[in-house]
């Protein structure tokens, strides 16, 4: 069955840096999504993409983020100086309909 | 409470016992979806139930959904060990799931 892949699995960067994360979607999908979670706390809505623009997103996506699909197979959410408060885990997801598939998640450690 | 709350936030039962989770939720609803995440992992669909659906069943999950109540409930019958994980619900208001909002979460220890 194929499933959405996310590259790092784990993330160590310092605060002030740039990070990109890395996700292949499900390859006849049409719909991308970034979703994060902070440790202990709630899956959180971060972005969502559709036909090479943002389709929604949320308070927390603000302009330190950023997303993109680079070519056919790769989505990419960049942070562009990252805060202590960017820690967490990041999934990406894709859709052609109502249910999600979810990657593994990238586990971002802002020191 | 906030959009997706669930409870029990955790339970511990043996295999073989039956596990309900709940998750109330505050606005209007396309449908309900359930996730489960075992830890430190992503996370795994499980069924969706519709606006217009009060009961689905898939294996030995049975979810049922009460829109006046704003409420859904996830059985999971005769667990084992391997159910071991934290559950989630997750609601759409769309139906476009361009935006889920996901609960807190159910964290359920299986035991042998």
């Known amino acids: 069955e194929p499933e959405v892949t996310q590259t790092p699995s784990h993330q160590v960067t310092q605060m002030g840096q740039e990070v990109i994360l890395r996700c292949v979607p499900i390859?006849?999908?049409?719909?991308f999504y970034w979703y994060r979670q902070i440790l202990g706390q709630k899956v959180e809505f971060l972005v969502s993409f559709y036909n090479n623009e943002i389709s929604e997103k949320s308070e927390i996506f603000d302009d330190q983020f950023s997303v993109e699909r680079p070519d056919g197979s790769n989505f990419t959410l960049k942070i562009r100086s990252t805060k202590l408060e960017d820690s967490a885990m990041y999934f990406c997801?894709?859709?052609?309909?109502?249910?999600?598939?979810f990657g593994p998640g990238t586990r971002l450690l802002v020191l | 409470s906030q959009q997706g709350e669930e409870d029990p936030q955790a339970l511990s039962i043996q295999e073989g016992e039956n596990a309900t989770m709940n998750c109330s939720y505050k606005?209007?609803?396309?449908?309900l979806q359930w996730y489960r995440q075992n830890s430190g992992r992503g996370l795994v669909h499980l069924i969706l139930?519709?606006?217009?659906?009060r009961e689905k069943h898939s294996g030995r999950l049975r979810v049922t959904l009460d829109t006046s109540k704003k409420s859904s409930s996830l059985l999971i019958t005769a667990s084992r060990a391997a159910d071991t994980a934290s559950y989630f619900c997750?609601?759409?208001?769309?139906?476009?799931?361009?935006?889920?909002?996901f609960g807190t979460g159910t964290r359920l220890q299986v035991t042998l």
């Open positions: 997750a609601t759409d208001d769309t139906g476009t799931a361009s935006k889920l909002t």
């Open positions: 997801a894709s859709s052609v309909g109502t249910q999600l598939g």
């Open positions: 390859s006849n999908h049409l719909y």
């Open positions: 606005t209007s609803i396309n449908n």
């Open positions: 139930i519709r606006s217009n659906e």
